[in-house]
Structures are given as C-alpha cells and as structure tokens.
T-cell receptor
C-alpha cells in the first residue's frame, strides 16, 4: 500500500464551483500534514498545513481525520488561477537513522474552466 | 531573500557523462533535500542532509552523490548519466517539516 494516495483526477470544474480533494495515508503514526500546490512545470509550493482542528485560509479549508487516516482540501468559489496540481504531503517517522520523512502523494490535477 | 536557487535550469547530457546540479539556499535552514519528479509521478527523495557535513540516502540514491560542506550549498552529482535519470530535479530546504523548493533543473539524458 502506498504511503500517501490521491485521486489523480483531473477534476474539471467551472469557475465559482466548490471542489474537494481527499488524500489517504497509511502510517497511523504520521505527525504532520500539508497541502502543496504545483503549477505546470514549476516547483511545489506550500499551500497550507493541516491541523487536527481543521483550518481555513480564505477560500481554502483543510481537514484531518486521524481515525480514518485521510485529509481533505476544499476550495470554494474556484478561480481560473486555482488550476494546478495539489499534492498531499504527510510527515511520518521513517526510522532512527532517517528520523521524520515527508511523503508526497502524486497529486490531484484541477482545471477550472470559464 | 532569493530562497532556494538551482542551476542550471536545463541540461542535456549524453549517456555516460557526468554533471553537478547546484543548489543554494539563503534561509539558514539546516535541512536540505534533493528530489526527482518523473512525468505524472510524485516526488521521490534522492538524498537529504540535516546539517553541514551530514548526508543520508533517500528512496532512490543509486547513480547520485551529494556533499554538504556548508549550510547554504547542497550539490547533487550524477556520475555516468543514464537515460533513466531523465527527470526534473528539485532541491528543497527547511527546518524539519515544512520545505521550500527551488525552481528545478530539467535534465535529459540521451
């Protein structure tokens, strides 16, 4: 089973729509969770951290469900500029030599259309 | 601040050639990382460093070497390039959890 799994999409949504992505992780001892955004042919950039209590940043809301081992990202009022790939990232304890390691999902592709 | 810078942006290598991908960060981060990203695939960790003088292998280290003589620099060396090393290479730095990525180096080996 992969460490971090995401639906690759693509999700095609019209401007103004609400869209949600889920991500599941396999390591129940995972400590930290993030969503990164990656534009085509660009580097990943941190979008937001995901806290146990959930967190919101403008049109973006992230939720964590530890019992079911998944995190979600909700985007409200989608903009054309939201078109990108969204990477789910989980920080887990690897081993005593490596310490914590970030595990990246393959990403979910979002295309917002006019 | 420039953040994380990588050079070159693009490179074409012939099979068997060697090269060094440069990575520099100006955020005084202890942790630095090298990833590769193949088309349609996730990021795979090649090597990482938790501080100057300390490096360790990631998931896919074969065919690569690194060094970390300063906090700022973390070069990645490819010896005897192979077509399987055609990829986009990202360097990142951070304090342990959050990571900040450089713009990447697109490498083609033919």
């Amino acid at each position: 089973r992969k460490e971090v799994e995401q639906d690759p999409g693509p999700f095609n949504v019209p401007e103004g729509a609400t869209v949600a992505f889920n991500c599941t992780y396999s390591n129940s001892a995972s400590q930290s969770f993030f969503w990164y955004r990656q534009d085509c042919r660009k580097e990943p950039k941190l979008l937001m951290s995901v806290y146990s209590s959930g967190n919101e940043d403008g049109r973006f809301t992230a939720q964590l469900n530890r019992a079911s081992q998944y995190i979600s990202l909700l985007i409200r009022d989608s903009k054309l500029s939201d078109s990108a790939t969204y990477l789910c990232v989980v920080n887990s304890w690897a081993d005593s030599n490596s310490g914590y390691a970030l595990n990246f999902g393959k990403g979910t592709s979002l295309l917002v259309t006019p | 601040n420039a953040g994380v810078t990588q050079t070159p942006k693009f490179r074409i290598l012939k099979i068997g050639q060697s090269m060094t991908l440069q990575c520099t960060q100006d955020m005084n981060h202890n942790y630095m990382y090298w990833y590769r990203q193949d088309p349609g695939m996730g990021l795979k960790l090649i090597y990482y460093s938790v501080g100057a003088g300390i490096t360790d292998k990631g998931e896919v280290p074969n065919g690569y070497n690194v060094s970390r003589s300063t906090t700022e620099d973390f070069p990645l060396r490819l010896e005897l390039a192979a077509p399987s090393q055609t990829s986009v290479y990202f360097c990142a730095s951070g304090r342990e959890v959050e990571q900040y990525f450089g713009p990447g180096t697109r490498l083609t080996v033919t």
